[in-house]
Nanobody, 122 residues
Framework: QVQLVESGGGLVQAGGSLRLSCAAS????????MGWFRQAPGKEREFVAV???????DYADSVKGRFTISRDNAKKTVTLQMNSLKPEDTAGYYC????????????????WGQGTQVTVSS
């Protein structure tokens, strides 16, 4: 199993950028498909982006063209570059390791980190 720690969140004005990192421990990181999800208060955890063990990526429509997910298997990190941020991007952001099934459902991920808060002011 892999252990995950997110970092890089903060307060930013609309239109700004942030770079989130997810650091993993465990010897089999390169074999995992990794996802970023976000959760706003009172809402369910929602899919943001996924990067497969093969390097393929997919994004939620709401972030497509603004966010980029990448991975560095040697450093055991997954990065989410967020540009052109909007107030509606405000949420806690979490990375998880995919365990099977749909990539878009949070219940199909485990090893969640503690999350990192992103707040976008208008």
């Amino acid at each position: 199993q892999v252990q995950l720690v997110e970092s890089g969140g903060g307060l930013v004005q609309a239109g700004g950028s942030l770079r989130l990192s997810c650091a993993a421990s465990g010897r089999t990181f390169s074999s995992y498909t990794m996802g970023w999800f976000r959760q706003a208060p009172g809402k369910e955890r929602e899919f943001v982006a996924v990067i497969k063990w093969s390097g393929g990526t997919d994004y939620a429509d709401s972030v497509k063209g603004r966010f980029t997910i990448s991975r560095d298997n040697a450093k055991k990190t997954v990065t989410l570059q967020m540009n052109s941020l909007k107030p509606e991007d405000t949420a806690g952001y979490y990375c998880g390791a995919h365990k099977g099934g749909s990539y878009y459902y949070a219940g199909n991920y485990d090893s969640w980190g503690q999350g990192t808060q992103v707040t976008v002011s208008s």
